[in-house]
């Protein structure tokens, strides 16, 4: 049979390191296939394969197999690497020994080539520049079960280098690394050594060269040129790690285009919303936020001025009648009702009134919603009136008191004439 005499291409020398721009069309042979742990989920080896498995900072191909002589699409969700070989995830089981074709989904794998590329020359003007060794780096913009949804802040990479750089040094980095993609272009090389030069962990060792800019050695799947990064865009904004160490974030190629096209609707938004220039937009907002805090201030101000001036009229019915009430109409909010709550509570303490009957209830007009407060030493003084007022309002829900205390409720939504209604009531019979 074939199957025993075919063996799998090892990592190092897989056909995606030999050649990252085969996208589809490329055919191999089935050498297993077997189920996992997850019963949709069989694990796949290959012959060979161009999707690459993750590595040097690059997530893994997403793609399809496409068995030979049929229009079926397999689809892979992952491809991982197991000691020196690349695994398939699929849904499908295939026969061992089928011929097959295989596809990448190349606009994920381009963005991943862009972003890793990106990264090899971002670090070697950092080396060759500022003297600046890569300590560590990570991918951004790839979504996880924790965080399906990718932010166009997510989209951003990192480096870790030994310090912060200056907004000048920023600037001075992003014009050379578009320099490199744009007029000064270098061509990428990948020299794969012989395998006898096969390291047990990594598998063939190869070294990539960015003209005479870089050689370094790494496994991933790289552009064939520094202008097909498209363009890098570096972030002013860093984060100091371990010490002095500092987080630089960047994004390449067309995750560059997806931001500013973001940013350019956001930025214009804000100039609308605002009736001013770009420039103005952060100064606008801050102008606003302390605008708002004062007027919000002035509100607490009024509401407590309100609540304490109409105390003194409620108290002295409900010392003549036993009962009293209020209605707020027009900004009757939940948080109004209960400042002027707060002050019968102390006034009734201190007055030491023993039986008391109390309706408040407020109408917000913009809403045309509300909340009523029914304050009571006695629990079925509480039910009866709730169920009085809920005869005449019927968007009203709450609770509470059944022993004394606070009834509290919201109204929902006012019907024609259930305010006019309560307030007659309330005045007729409180
Ligand atoms: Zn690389």
Redesign the pocket.
Known sequence: MATEVLKPTIIGSLACQKNSFVKNDFQTVVLRCEPTQKTTLYEVELQDTILFPEG???PGDTGFILPAGSVEEIIVSQVARKGLHAVHYVNKFIEPGSKVELQVNWTQRLDYMQQ??G??LLSAILENEWQLDTLSWSMGGTPSDKKPNVEPSDLFNYVEIGRNLSDEEIIELSDLCNEYITTKAQAIEVDQQGSEDCDSEKGVMRT?RIGELDA?P?????LQSTSQIGSILISPFQNKVRGKNSKLYFMCGSRVLKYARFSHSITSRAKTLLSCTEAEVPQKIEFQRIASQKISKREQYWVKEFASSNLVSIIQAVELRKKGHLAVDEFGTLDVLAHIQKGLNLEIEKRQIQDYNIVLCGREKATNSGAILILSNSGTEIVSTASEISGLVQKLKGGGGKNGGKWQGKVIEYGELEWDLMVQFLSESF
Do not use: M
């Open positions: 040097g900072g690059q890793h590329t990264q090899h990539v370094n790494c496994c991933g799947t790289h």
